[in-house]
């Protein structure tokens, strides 16, 4: 019950980081909003973890580690997280949620490429259901300018390049706490985004609301530091059954969409929405098989 709670607790707040962004980019440069959050939320991890963690593995990481550390928050933070950011000023919110669900599949891609992985006939077919629901989705949005091809193609390219950050996670041998990876890599991300946040953005259009900080907070307490903690308790458990709780995001997303944002629910959202969850399904049953057995 406890794993169930926390999954569900995992796709709620993952799922509610596309409005939240959606709320903060209308008081400030999504860059602007970017950067406060990776500062706040790296400033936290890594307080609590060398605050109040007395785990001998809660060290400074040497300078392999920093340059891991450091490739991996550009990937994960800077790439990712900023293109997203400010992908969601010309998306829509439940189109972030949906296209953030289908990492998975685009993993797989990266996996057949960079570690020589050859992808299944199943994951195949994951991957051409993903894509489709995800044009099918934002079809009618692109007609009412929910959703712009800027947008889109911003939230394409941060998809790969979380998903590659994903793939190179994989690829290296950890020796650090999760606490501490999440919190430098954030870090160093906030840090390395904050010469293009100072070039691009326009200070003095921002308005340091109510609504900028709900946002900030949420982002960074929320999603940052809760979301990712619950994330890792999940992948500690079993990896694949954790991916399942992806599943709900799409639904959760369009729900809060819908709810705060005044989004539209129509019939191709529901069938984009199906067409992804199929895909996700298709992706994973060789190892669901695997695991129920």
């Known amino acids: 019950m406890k794993n169930i709670l926390i999954g569900l607790v995992f796709s709620i707040l993952w799922a509610s980081a596309s409005v939240a962004t959606k709320f903060g980019v209308q008081s400030a440069s999504p860059l602007i909003l970017a950067n406060v959050r990776f500062f706040i939320a790296g400033i936290l991890l890594l307080g609590f973890s060398y605050g109040f963690k007395k785990d001998p593995t809660f060290r400074l990481p040497d300078r392999n580690e920093f340059k891991q550390l450091a490739l991996f928050g550009f990937m994960n933070t800077t790439l990712y997280l900023g293109l997203y950011v400010c992908a969601m000023k010309y998306t829509a919110a439940g189109i972030g949620s949906l296209a953030v669900s289908t990492n998975p599949l685009i993993i797989v891609l990266l996996s057949a490429w960079w ?41 394409l390219i941060s998809m790969v390049a979380v998903s590659a950050a994903s793939v190179y996670y994989a690829s290296v041998k950890w020796e650090l706490p999760n606490l501490l990876i999440n919190g430098w890599q954030v870090m160093l991300g906030g ?50 059954r954790a991916s399942l709780w992806l599943f709900l995001c799409p639904l959760f997303g369009f729900f809060f969409a819908w709810w705060l944002m005044d989004e539209p629910v129509t019939i191709y959202t529901v069938i984009g929405t199906v067409l992804v969850i199929a895909g996700l399904y298709a ?11």
């Open 283 to 293: 992706g994973q049953k060789s190892k669901l098989q695997n695991i129920t057995k």
């Open 191 to 240: 840090i390395f985004l904050f010469p293009f946040t100072v070039s691009f953005s326009d200070f003095g259009a921002t308005t340091w609301d109510l609504t900028f900080w709900a946002s900030v907070i949420w982002l960074s307490l929320a999603v940052s530091v809760a979301g990712l903690i619950c994330w890792f308790y999940l992948l500690r458990l079993d990896t694949v």
């Open 115 to 155: 570690l020589g992985r050859k992808p299944a006939k199943a994951e195949w077919m994951g991957i051409v259901l993903g894509m489709a629901g995800v044009a099918v989705a934002t079809y009618p949005l692109l007609q009412n300018s929910f959703t712009t091809l800027t947008g889109i193609s911003l939230l």
